[in-house]
């Protein structure tokens, strides 16, 4: 079974603070993605990565950066957190076929 | 531009009973099609994917979906609901490339009553 780790559950920040969104996944999976969930609006893609050191924006990436060194790990970066970004962070890989496997999500909290 | 809707926000249906989330999305080409699950606290579950063939396509847990291009829709059936499947419910459209990149629905969160 594909795993993809979200490194926390629960985190909370302080405005102004750089955070550090970490998942990893154990499949060699080519294609990594960013999420945030928020009521009503679904999943929007932050970032998307389809190899080590590639990345594309995706449809929010204002206030975000990302990082992928290595093929399982990438990273999404809140270069300096704002309470707009209190969000559920969702982080998936995706093989060859077009079914994405999710990790278990960071529900992020900025204050 | 691609799109998702999911006309429903909330169902709330009695264990037992039939259930059918409506799905339509907005795509040009012939889309690839999937309904996600996610239960309190979780991430998201593949249900099920259409991307040819017959239109009539079977996933885990008992459910299914029927994909209808003349309606641009893509309704998650199950013919009788367990209380365990209260949770949440994304219907996606996969974007053409190779980025593998999915567009979702809003989401609609099943309640069953008992």
């Known amino acids: 079974d594909v795993k993809v780790t979200q490194s926390s559950r629960y985190l909370v920040k302080r405005t102004g603070e750089k955070v550090f969104l970490e998942c990893v996944q154990d499949m060699d999976h080519e294609n990594m993605f960013w999420y945030r969930q928020d009521p009503g609006l679904g999943l929007r893609l932050i970032y998307f990565s389809y190899d080590v050191k590639m990345k594309e924006k995706g449809d929010i990436p204002e206030g975000y950066s990302v990082s992928r060194e290595k093929k399982e790990r990438f990273s999404l970066i809140l270069e300096s957190a704002s309470t707009n970004q209190t969000s559920m962070y969702l982080c998936?890989?995706?093989?060859?076929?077009?079914?994405?496997?999710f990790g278990d999500g960071t529900r992020l909290s900025i204050l | 531009a691609q799109s998702v809707t999911q006309p429903d926000i909330h169902i709330t249906v009695s264990e037992g009973a039939s259930l059918e989330l409506r799905c339509n999305y907005s795509?040009?080409?012939?889309?690839?099609l999937f309904w996600y699950v996610q239960s309190p606290g979780q991430g998201l579950q593949l249900l099920l994917k259409?991307?040819?063939?017959?239109?009539l396509v079977q996933g885990i847990k008992g459910f299914e979906a029927e994909f209808k291009r003349s309606q641009s829709s893509f309704n998650l059936r199950k013919p009788s609901v367990h209380w365990s499947d209260a949770a949440e419910y994304f219907c996606a459209v996969g974007v053409s490339g190779n980025t593998g990149k999915l567009i979702f629905g809003q989401g609609t969160t099943l309640q069953v009553k008992p």
């Open positions: 998936a890989s995706r093989p060859g076929s077009w079914a994405q496997h």
């Open positions: 259409y991307f040819s063939g017959d239109t």
């Open positions: 795509y040009g080409a012939t889309p690839y």
